[in-house]
């Protein structure tokens, strides 16, 4: 079985916009800007690579609560491909991150951890379905990290 993981360093190039799903599950998107230094022949080049993430349940409400614009974040999650369909029938392909985990980089800022209490479980949730008929891509298997 192969395995889709990435991780990415970057920043935040717009804050997180917190959506609910009929069902009342929360999901964030952002975007993320991840730039690379390199040299060639001596002369330093520079490219900028931009990504969507999505966050499901608490990650993706405690995302919208911490990160603004401009916050350097690492998120570790896996690559899908959706296909969806313009107002004008044009047929388009997305590329996103969905995260399984979200933190500031601490390499040039600090943070303050503050635990959120247990809301019932939600890694035992049923997946539900979004407005847009997109199958919720979040796996559960949360645990308890303190």
Do not use: C
Request: glycine content about 12%; cysteine-free.
């Amino acid at each position: 079985m192969s395995e889709n993981s990435i991780t990415l360093v970057g920043n935040l190039t717009r804050d997180p916009e917190l959506r609910f799903t009929t069902g009342g599950r929360g999901v964030a998107s952002f975007g993320i800007a991840v730039g690379r230094r390199y040299q060639v022949n001596g002369e330093w080049q520079e490219q900028t690579s931009y990504f969507n993430i999505t966050a499901w349940g608490q990650l993706g409400e405690n995302a919208a609560a911490t990160f603004t614009k401009g916050t350097r974040v690492i998120v570790t999650g896996r690559l899908e491909q959706r296909e969806y369909t313009t107002r004008e029938g044009d047929k388009r392909t997305a590329i996103e991150v969905v995260a399984d985990e979200i933190g500031p980089s601490l390499r040039w800022a600090t943070a303050q951890v503050e635990r959120q209490s247990s809301k019932g479980g939600d890694s035992a949730a049923p997946r539900e379905t979004s407005s847009n008929n997109s199958p919720d891509p979040y796996v559960g298997g949360e645990e308890e990290p303190f």
